[in-house]
């Protein structure tokens, strides 16, 4: 069983920073991607930005320059970081992670930008 357990979010004033967190515990034998999808309320679920096993990052284009994702192998973590915050980035952050043939969710955290 893997469990994917996310921090990080909150409320914050436009052009403030937030640092996600996921991490996977449980039995994953080879994480193929980790990334980050957002869903703001009454809108799709959308990726926001991937990094791969080789390290290969990219990310949808209204986040580019602003937001970074990356990883620790070691704790089989992905991070998110997101500066320049906009009132559009408000939604409820979900982390994913591809591993052994398999997808994993976390259960979601809400970032909230006040404008």
């Known amino acids: 069983q893997v469990q994917l357990v996310e921090s990080g979010g909150g409320l914050v004033q436009a052009g403030g920073s937030l640092r996600l967190s996921c991490a996977a515990s449980?039995?994953?034998?080879?994480?193929?991607?980790m990334g980050w999808y957002r869903q703001a309320p009454g809108k799709q679920r959308e990726l926001v930005a991937f990094?791969?096993?080789?390290?290969?990052?990219n990310y949808v284009g209204s986040v580019k320059g602003r937001f970074t994702v990356s990883r620790d192998i070691t704790k089989n973590t992905v991070y998110l970081q997101m500066n320049s915050l906009k009132s559009e980035d408000t939604a409820v952050y979900y982390c994913?992670?591809?591993?052994?043939?398999?997808?994993?969710w976390g259960q979601g955290t809400q970032v909230s930008v006040s404008s």
């Open positions: 449980g039995s994953i034998f080879r994480i193929n991607v």
């Open positions: 990094i791969t096993s080789e390290g290969t990052t």
């Open positions: 994913k992670v591809v591993g052994d043939g398999h997808d994993y």
